[in-house]
C-alpha cells in the first residue's frame, strides 16, 4: 500500500550516484525533497550517497538500481517512488553515455547505446512520471550539453543524442503544459569524462572559456535547483558553461 502522501516535495534523480547527479541529489535533499535515487553499477558510492543523506533526515531517499536501456524497467521506478512517499514533484534525466564515436568507425552498438541513456529512457521516463508529475504540477529538468547545439570533433552520435533531448524538452513543455513544466540545463566542460581519450584538456577549457576554468558539478546541481523553482519557465535551455559557446 502506498505510505499517505507527505508534504516534502519528492525528486527522482537518474544517475545519481555520483558526480553531477550526487551533487544534485545534496543539493535538493539539503533544499527539503525527499529522493529516489536512480543508479545502475556503481552500488557502492550510491550505499554511501545514501547513508550520507539518511543521517540528515531518516527515511528520505530510496536508492533504485535499473538498465535505463531496459525500457521495461522504467516505469518500475516511478512506481516505486510513489509507492514510498505518494508523491512525484520533479524528475531530473540525468543519467547519460559519453564516449567518442569518430565517423567511419561508429558502430550501430554504439548509436544504441548513447541514443538510450541520452534520449530514449528520459522520454519514456517522463511518460511514466508525467501524470503524477502534472497532480503535483510538477516539473522536468533535463540535463543536456553545450554540444548539442553545436558539434564536438568525433562526438556525432552523442552530439545528435543531446540535441534530441533538448528537442524533447520543448516539446514536452508543450505536451505536458500548463501542469508540468519542463527545462534543460547545458553544462559546459564541469568534469573530465573516465574514458582514456579526453574531448577537451585543462588547456583547451582554459583558452577557449570566458571565465578561464572549468565549472563543477555544483554549478550544475545550483542550475537543476533554478530550473525546479522558476515557476514561470519552461521551454527553456539553461547555459551553464562559464562562457564556452562565445568561443569558437
Known amino acids: 500500500m502506498p505510505r499517505m502522501q507527505q ?9 545519481a550516484a555520483r558526480r553531477i547527479g550526487a551533487e544534485t541529489a545534496r543539493l535538493l535533499h539539503a533544499r527539503g525533497h525527499d529522493l529516489a535515487l536512480h543508479y545502475r553499477s556503481s552500488g557502492d558510492a550510491m550505499q554511501a550517497l545514501q547513508a550520507e543523506l539518511e543521517a540528515e533526515r531518516p527515511g528520505s531517499v530510496l536508492a533504485l538500481q535499473a538498465e535505463l536501456s531496459d525500457l521495461d524497467r522504467l516505469p518500475g521506478l516511478v512506481d516505486a517512488t510513489i509507492e514510498r512517499f505518494g508523491r512525484l514533484d520533479a524528475l531530473v534525466n540525468n543519467a547519460s553515455s559519453y564516449f ?4 567511419g568507425t ?5 548509436w544504441d547505446t548513447l541514443f538510450a541513456s541520452n534520449a530514449q529512457a528520459p522520454f519514456f521516463l517522463s511518460q511514466a512520471a508525467a501524470p503524477h508529475l502534472a497532480a503535483a504540477r510538477g516539473s522536468i529538468v533535463n540535463i543536456v550539453d553545450i554540444y548539442a547545439e553545436r558539434p564536438l570533433p568525433a562526438h556525432t552520435i ?3 543524442a543531446k540535441a534530441a533531448l533538448v528537442m524533447m524538452t520543448r516539446s514536452l513543455a508543450l505536451e ?7 527545462n534543460a540545463v547545458a553544462p559546459g566542460n564541469v568534469l573530465w569524462s573516465d574514458n582514456p581519450v579526453k574531448a577537451e584538456t585543462l588547456a583547451t577549457v582554459e583558452a577557449r572559456t570566458a571565465l578561464r576554468r572549468q565549472g563543477s558539478p555544483r554549478d550544475i546541481a545550483e542550475a537543476v535547483l533554478t530550473c525546479l523553482q522558476s515557476g514561470y519557465m519552461t521551454g527553456h535551455v539553461l547555459t551553464i558553461d562559464g562562457g564556452r559557446r562565445l568561443h569558437i
Not at 567518442?100 to 565517423?103: F, I, K
Not at 561508429?106 to 554504439?110: E, F, R, V
Not at 505536458?176 to 519542463?182: N, S, T, W
Open 100 to 103: 567518442a564515436t569518430p565517423v
Open 158 to 160: 552523442y552530439c545528435m
Open 106 to 110: 561508429a558502430t550501430p552498438a554504439q
Open 176 to 182: 505536458l503544459g500548463p501542469e508540468v513544466r519542463v
Open 7 to 15: 508534504e516534502r516535495p519528492v525528486a527522482l534523480i537518474t544517475g
